[in-house]
């Protein structure tokens, strides 16, 4: 377990108390001067970043090219592989060509429904679920394919998973996540958290020894974006007084109330020790982590 | 059984265009149960395409005959007689009926008057909903009768995903999360335990397309018949 | 297609054929009732007594217009109404489909209604019957039945079927053992 397979962010939840990544959502179209300059703005400033896989069902640049990137600029990414759009064949073989490029974490999801991204009529795969490709990274990792056979060299990822605290009902997702500790998830991003307190019992009841928990923590822009995820993103609760602070602020200074909320919930949640660490999603808004560290200091 | 539903008037006046003389043959098994293709909606059909052809000014014959199966050789044989006086058979029946009754009258043309949905329960009337895979492997003993390959839109065999929603799923609220009906189900009876197992991968290659299955009994009487 | 006269060479006025299917226990005695009330109402109608609008079939209510009618349409008890529970409520449902059958056909689903007509109501009787042959009388006639003499084909040419269908099918009859076995025992 001990040994080190060359992950920075591995490394990062032995040297330090709290460690935070950030979410990279590659664009949709070949021009990364944007994306680059995300990537150059975090990379010294997270422990880790982190690449969505066709995020929401929306076809986009592959999370692997943008790894590779994020390792050209001498960040440290973490591969999302979702089970939506691959069989276990291409799974595997994806998950073998991110080790040879340099890639040493993988987060493994289940990946949204088809439905709900931009090439509705597509074939779901869904072949395999998020536990069992955990167990193939886990096999990979042990030099064998899901097969068994033997491999001419084998991989050594620092594998995770995620977990949605605020589900309902919650048992079903505590299974799972004990599942998916037992499959050999080692490190665990939440979905979004806005209430501490949710999060605190989710934190006595799950009975994560030996697993780094790190809270999602998705940048709020305005209370019509709290509503909406209330409403219509499943697992999602923010508080009613989150949405207040957020309508307080007058219209220009919105995003800055969303950033103060940010780095107070990471302060919280570091100072008291609630977890091992953070992940931000700003979605859309990545120049914003740094002001959100900032924020949490 | 297998739910279908009629495909609209208008596609199947267009796989007919040109042709005088109908047979609109039903098929008296699943389909008739669904209120699809049994001997009324073949009624109803050839009704359909007689008035239709009349308000069109067109000469069209249109005859109606329903059978008690379209999947089984012997009643496809009560056709015999009919079918060489017509230019198509229009069937009534699922896609595997309409191929077997192309295949036993292969010089005919046979049309698909239905859209096959799936393997389903009748759920009210006129409602039915989909419960089966046909994954040749079932696990509903360790599901609490409630099957993750069909009523879970991803298939996913150890628990929800992030989707599940007070119960619902993240394709549509219509839809109930298989997780969420198969833990409290597992919780009833006591069998919880079902759930925290991990369910290894499934073994696609039993569904390699097309399935074949022969009867066990009559293998081995084959095999015998095939010694002596 | 609304004020047209009829296509017929005669040129005598369009008359409808109108085709009332009435339940019996509600608008069919209304009927009765308006008979005996003396109450003057539309002769094109033809009044098909059935046992419950419910007994109604999107077959039979298909046949008509194959037939020829101009309009139809099915009387039945008021909602709550139904000696049979309900009939009338099934019946309003198969005249939704096949109104939605004749869309399909290209014949207005207008030709074909649903009424409530209660037994006591003998001057609603009389108001429906006018209605709907006013309303086939605007809709003009069926065009199915001004074609129906030259172009018929399939069963409409009343002609012996030279394909009789074959003998139903029992299908889903239970049979007993205990009956079988008792059968096969009788000399």
Not at chain 1, 68 to 88: A, F, K, S, Y
Not at chain 2, 47 to 76: H, P, S, W
Not at chain 2, 203 to 223: C, I, L
């Amino acid at each position: 377990m001990a040994s080190n397979n060359g992950s920075a962010f591995r490394k990062a939840f032995e040297t330090k108390d709290f460690v935070v990544t950030a979410e990279i959502g590659p664009p949709k179209g070949t021009d990364i001067s944007r994306m680059v300059e995300h990537i150059e703005a975090l990379k010294d400033v997270v422990d880790g970043l982190n690449v969505t896989d066709n995020q929401s069902s929306v076809m986009r640049i592959s999370s692997l090219a943008v790894c590779r990137v994020i390792l050209d600029h001498g960040g440290e990414p973490i591969l999302q592989l979702t089970c939506r759009d691959r069989n276990r064949l291409a799974l595997q073989s994806e998950l073998l060509a991110a080790w040879i490029l340099g890639v040493r974490n993988v987060l493994c999801l289940t990946g949204d429904y088809i439905s709900v991204g931009d090439h509705p009529q597509a074939k779901p795969v869904f072949d395999l679920d998020s536990v069992q490709l955990l167990q193939t990274v886990g096999m990979l990792n042990q030099g064998k394919d899901l097969a068994g056979n033997d491999l001419e060299g084998g991989t050594d990822f620092f594998a995770g998973a995620v977990v949605t605290p605020e589900a309902d009902p919650i048992e079903p997702q505590m299974i799972k996540f004990q599942k998916k500790i037992a499959a050999g998830a080692r490190f665990f991003q939440t979905q979004a958290i806005y209430d501490v307190d949710n999060f605190k019992r989710f934190m006595e009841r799950a009975e994560a020894d030996g697993v780094k928990i790190m809270a999602g923590i998705v940048l709020l822009v305005s209370p019509g974006m709290a509503k909406y995820m209330n409403k219509n993103v499943p697992g999602i609760f923010v508080p009613d007084a989150l949405i207040e602070e957020m309508a307080e602020a007058p219209k220009g200074k919105r995003l800055e109330a969303g950033i103060r909320i940010a780095g107070r919930m990471i302060r919280q949640l570091r100072d008291e020790k609630l977890c091992h660490g953070a992940h931000i999603m700003a979605i859309g808004k990545e120049e914003c982590v740094p002001r959100i560290l900032e924020a949490a200091e | 059984m297998i739910v279908a539903e009629r495909k609209p008037l208008e596609q199947i006046e267009g796989m007919i265009e040109g042709m005088q003389k109908i047979l609109v043959a039903g098929c008296g098994t699943c389909v008739a149960v669904c209120m699809a293709g049994g001997e009324k909606e073949v009624e109803i059909l050839a009704a359909q395409l007689r008035m239709r052809a009349k308000l069109k000014g067109i000469q069209r014959t249109v005859d109606e005959i329903t059978v008690t199966r379209q999947c089984d050789r012997e009643y496809l044989d009560q056709l015999a007689k009919y079918v060489g006086q017509y230019d198509a058979v229009v069937s009534t029946a699922c896609g595997a009926g309409v191929q077997f009754l192309a295949e036993r009258y292969d010089d005919k043309i046979v049309l698909p008057a239905l859209n096959t949905l799936f393997i389903g329960v009748a759920e009210g009337p006129g409602q039915w909903s989909q419960r089966c895979m046909a994954c040749e492997d079932c696990i509903l003993d360790q599901t609490g009768g409630i099957c993750p390959m069909t009523i879970c839109a991803k298939n996913l065999l150890n628990g929800p995903c992030g989707g599940t929603n007070h119960g619902k799923c993240e394709v549509g609220d219509d839809r109930d999360c298989a997780w969420t009906l198969i833990y409290r189900k597992l919780e009833k009876l006591g069998r919880l335990d079902y759930m925290r197992k991990i369910q290894p991968p499934k073994d696609y290659s039993v569904m390699t397309k097309p399935g074949r299955y022969s009867h066990e009994a009559y293998e081995e009487a084959e095999k015998k018949e095939d010694k002596e | 297609m609304s004020d047209q006269t009829a296509p017929e060479p005669k040129a005598e006025p369009f008359e409808p054929k109108v085709v009332a299917f009435c339940c019996t226990y509600c608008a069919y005695t209304a009927g009765d009732l308006a008979g005996s009330m003396r109450l003057e109402y539309a002769p094109n109608v033809r009044v098909v007594k059935i046992l419950c609008s419910g007994k109604i079939d999107a077959v039979l209510l298909l046949r008509a217009f194959e037939d020829g009618a101009d309009a139809v349409y099915v009387a039945g008890c008021n909602i709550g109404d139904c000696h049979f529970l309900e009939g009338n409520l099934r019946a309003i449902r198969t005249v939704a489909y096949t109104q939605h059958l004749l869309r399909e056909i290209g014949l207005e689903p207008q030709r074909l209604e649903f009424f409530h007509i209660p037994a006591s109501a003998g001057p609603l009787f009389a108001q429906r019957a006018n209605e709907m042959t006013e309303r086939a009388r605007k809709l003009g006639p069926n065009p199915l039945r001004s074609r129906r003499t030259e172009r018929a084909g399939g069963k409409l040419q009343r002609q012996p079927d030279p394909h009789p269908p074959l003998p139903e099918a029992k299908l889903g009859r239970l049979i007993r053992h205990e009956e079988r076995m008792a059968e096969s025992q009788t000399p």
